[in-house]
Structures are given as C-alpha cells and as structure tokens.
C-alpha cells in the first residue's frame, strides 16, 4: 500500500530543491511522476522554482474547488485537454509530488490520501507548517493528522540556530498582521527564523497579529 508523505521546514530549507530532486531520482529510473502545485502559488507562473535555479513545469495545478483526485486521474491517463506537460507515455504513474501543500484545502488534501491508498500511488507533499503568525495552514494541519509519515527539512536561523518559524518582512520592517496568505513579491519576503529571534521581532508574542 502507498503512503502520504508530509515533507516539511520553515522557509528555505530546500523544500522545492528536494522535490525536484525526488523526481529526477525516480525518473532516473525509468518511472513516471507527476508534479502538482496550488494554483494559488504564482511564483514561477506554472513552473516549481528551487532557489538554486533549477525550475521544472508542473504537470497540472490545482485551484481550490478542484476535485485533486479527479484531476490527477485525468493527468495519469492522458485524457486531460489542458495538460501543461503532454504525455507521450501512459506509464502508470509511480508518484505524484506536491510543491507547497499548505495552500491546498483539507479536502484536497484528503484527496491525496486516497490517491495514495485507493489509487496505490505514493504522495510527496512539500510545504510549511504555519504562517509569519505561527498559525497553521489549513492544508498543512490536514496533513499533520493524516499524513502517514512526517519528515521535517531543516534550515537555519540567522544566529545559526534551528529555525522553526517564518518572519514576513515588508521592506526592512518584520509585519505580524496582515493575511495568512501573501506570495513572495517586490514588497514581501520571509526570513526563516528561530524561536528566540522571532520573540524578539515580536515583542515576545506568539501569533501577534491576533
């Protein structure tokens, strides 16, 4: 029986980077995957970007009222008109990954899971746990109750400890209200941080924009 797998770290820790790498090990192989990202995500337009510049097209995304069990047995036939990346070859499909999963809803995300059991395909499922608030996203708690296996990607903070948390800075200045959800552009960027220097940005509060 196939899994779902929840891959998860704080900004930068290579998230993207080990998805890419998955697919290449399995395509190196002779086997077939499909790459999936959230609509939502317009970073890289259709393509999953690593931050070392390696970039790939996804093979289908997903907006929030899509059925993802649907649409990925559409895509593992061939039988999708609006495939991004035709098929040539219907092998069947030995994984289906997932670049930032927190984006998804809860249903897509029990989605996943019964491609994984009912289908018999593994799910890699890339993405962080909470938001520049620490709350979680909604996708990414679905996945932490009913993800088979859960592996944490590690990354560091600026003083060189662990980081767990995600600053959102809007030019120089950390914000902590606003939207859960805000994709990296001119103005926004993240910061991978720890527990202590997230306190101390926030003023020693945990979810200060509440």
Do not use: W
């Given at each position: 029986m196939a899994k779902l797998y929840f891959r998860y770290g704080a900004m930068n820790s290579g998230k993207s980077t080990a998805l890419l790498q998955a697919a290449y090990n399995y395509e190196e192989r002779g086997q077939r995957v499909l790459l999936a990202k959230p609509r939502l995500d317009t970073k890289g337009d259709n393509s999953i970007v690593s931050r070392l510049g390696i970039t790939r097209e996804a093979d289908f995304?997903?907006?929030?009222?899509?059925?993802?069990?649907?649409?990925?047995?559409?895509?593992?036939?061939?039988?999708?008109?609006?495939?991004?990346?035709?098929?040539?070859?219907?092998?069947?499909?030995?994984?289906?990954?997932?670049?930032?999963?927190?984006?998804?809803?809860?249903?897509?995300?029990?989605?996943?899971?019964?491609?994984?059991?009912l289908d018999d395909v593994p799910v890699?499922?890339?993405?962080?746990?909470?938001?520049?608030?620490?709350?979680?996203?909604?996708?990414?708690?679905?996945?932490?109750?009913?993800?088979?296996?859960?592996?944490?990607?590690?990354?560091i903070c600026r003083c060189g400890k662990k980081a767990m948390f995600n600053g959102r800075r809007v030019g120089d200045e950390f914000v902590f209200s606003g939207s859960q959800v805000a994709i990296d552009g001119v103005d926004v960027t993240y910061e991978s941080l720890c527990a202590l220097c997230y306190l101390r940005e926030s003023g020693g509060k945990l979810e200060p924009g509440a």
């Amino acid at each position: 029986m196939a899994k779902l797998y929840f891959r998860y770290g704080a900004m930068n820790s290579g998230k993207s980077t080990a998805l890419l790498q998955a697919a290449y090990n399995y395509e190196e192989r002779g086997q077939r995957v499909l790459l999936a990202k959230p609509r939502l995500d317009t970073k890289g337009d259709n393509s999953i970007v690593s931050r070392l510049g390696i970039t790939r097209e996804a093979d289908f995304l997903l907006g929030p009222d899509d059925n993802a069990r649907e649409v990925f047995a559409a895509h593992a036939h061939g039988d999708d008109p609006e495939s991004l990346v035709p098929h040539v070859d219907m092998a069947p499909v030995a994984c289906l990954l997932i670049d930032e999963a927190q984006f998804f809803t809860p249903e897509q995300i029990d989605d996943f899971l019964r491609i994984a059991i009912l289908d018999d395909v593994p799910v890699l499922a890339y993405g962080i746990r909470t938001d520049f608030q620490t709350r979680a996203f909604p996708g990414a708690r679905r996945l932490l109750e009913i993800a088979h296996t859960l592996e944490e990607l590690k990354t560091i903070c600026r003083c060189g400890k662990k980081a767990m948390f995600n600053g959102r800075r809007v030019g120089d200045e950390f914000v902590f209200s606003g939207s859960q959800v805000a994709i990296d552009g001119v103005d926004v960027t993240y910061e991978s941080l720890c527990a202590l220097c997230y306190l101390r940005e926030s003023g020693g509060k945990l979810e200060p924009g509440a």
